[in-house]
């Protein structure tokens, strides 16, 4: 059996946040572009994550007109409360950004919406590819080479992909960032001696927006999925098994940590979903290597304390998009060029912000007692600051994207 070979303008690895968003960009612009993705479409709408949304992206999914179920379905909030030391502290986040709202829409909902959208409008999508591998990246030829189908025992086909640019949005483990040469990249990382457990379970909402908590016995918080599905998480070994925590054991710490001496309590539910993540910050630069550019999770993490992921994906594909459309439309190359550049100014930026949330809600074993009472001090400066707070709600809602 021979190679199928094809042909687009833009190939695509990846069908998360960054590959689907930058897809609809660029058919809003008339350029051509093709996703290849390692999982099925029932998987891909399946995995359950979180997800708060800026307003700029909450902005831009609206001017695209892929905004309408997250505008009937999302829950928009004023603000947030942190909480420590057993007392509560809103941030108005809305009155301190001039009008910005906290959105809260889980992930896999946004790329259902992106998903139905895209093969709506007759983009073109391969799902279950295997065996990729990146070609001629420093030539003006570059191709991806796959293998797809031979399900029910038999033979997959090999095929090629001949692109003019491609785009890596397979996240931290695919094959985009290692195609660019080790010698060529450089990889900052920060792993966090914690992790978070999250659970799903049916209940009704215990607070009407999100809780953030820094406690003596580790970090909680407490979110919104729908009015009798709520998603909770609370710091942990990030090494634990996830049998040591029964829902009874569960309960118990989230309540000791997110609870007042006010009398607020914790609505119980049934736990119908519980797992254990580790914490970590990561920067892949440069994100472009000749004819390959890399976006999202391929080129950067972020601990989801500080709720940056997808936007960040988002922010990404929304300069690569502004690029290719320049080349296409004009014939420049400068956008391109400075695309990584560009995109790392705002990334570190969260990468900063996202640090430092992390930083001073969790407790960390690793760090003295001085430090310990250093964090406090920040919360309590925080809260009593209006400039401080102005700082913090500006960067959750999102920077100015220019």
Known sequence: MGIRRTRTQVGIVGAGPAGLFLAHLLHRSGIEAVILESRAREEIEGTIRAGVLEQWTVDLMNAMGLGARMMREAHFHDGFTLRFAGESHHVDVRDLTEG??????????????????????????????????????????PSIAFRHGGEGGGEAEAEELHCDFLVGCDGFHGPSRQAIPAGARTEYQKVYPFGWLGILCEAPPSHHELIYARHERGFALLSTRSPDIQRLYLQCDPHDDIANWSDD????????????????????????????????SFVCEPMQHGRLFIAGDAAHIVPPTGAKGLNLA??????LSRALEGHYRAGRRDRLDAYGATALRRIW???????????????????????????????????????ALTALAENYVGLPFD
Do not use: C
Not at 125 to 133: A, E, H
Not at 259 to 267: D, K, M, Y
Not at 314 to 319: G, Q, R, S
Not at 378 to 386: N, T
């Open 249 to 280: 054991r569960i309960w118990a710490e989230l309540h000791r940590r997110l609870e007042t001496a006010a009398g607020w309590r914790l609505v119980e539910g049934r736990i119908f979903q519980k797992n254990i993540v580790s914490m970590r």
């Open 100 to 141: 910005k709202r906290v959105t809260v829409y889980a992930q896999h909902e946004v790329l259902k919406d992106l998903l139905a959208a895209w093969l709506e409008s007759g983009g073109r999508i391969v799902f279950g590819v295997r065996d990729v591998v990146l070609n001629g990246i420093e030539s003006e030829l």
């Open 314 to 319: 988002v922010a990404d594909v929304l300069v």
């Open 349 to 387: 930026k969260a990468e900063r912000f996202s640090w430092s949330m992390t930083t001073m809600l969790h407790t960390n074993p690793e760090e003295t007692s001085f430090e310990q009472r250093i964090r406090m001090a920040e919360l309590d400066y925080l809260v009593h600051s209006r400039a």
